[in-house]
């Protein structure tokens, strides 16, 4: 009786079958994880801009504030992590309230709508001469 010590040629095709398989299958799984990776550290990266700087325009006075929404841009240091990103902001008083709306369009790649944060000036900042 002969003992069979090795593969045959059959089991050796159906294997590299199979893991020619999971390779085509994982290896787009991999970039798509890797892109959505990127846009999430991206998004997070934008969404802690706009809350630090709607931090510092909601300590500023009302005319300062209005000042310094019109000089508003990415920074430099950001610009590297946000590519083609856009910061726009706005002043909108509606009867007894002031809001600041900022907004920050990303690569479309990243996000297609901009990132919106509205925040309001508090009422002793208005009322104050």
Known sequence: MRKN????????????????????????LI???????????MYQIATLELANRMDA???LEPDACETAIGSLQVSERLKAS????????????????T???LRMKLDPAV???PLILIGWLSSDQESSP
């Open 5 to 28: 010590h090795g593969f045959s040629k059959i089991e050796l095709l159906v294997a590299s079958s199979l893991l020619s398989a999971l390779v085509v299958i994982a290896v787009p």
């Open 31 to 41: 970039t798509r994880l890797q892109n959505v990776w990127k846009s999430t550290r």
């Open 57 to 59: 325009l909601r300590d």
């Open 82 to 97: 946000l590519p083609n990103a856009e910061l726009t902001g706005e002043l909108v008083r509606i009867e007894e309230e």
């Open 99 to 101: 809001r600041i709306v």
């Open 111 to 113: 996000r297609r709508e």
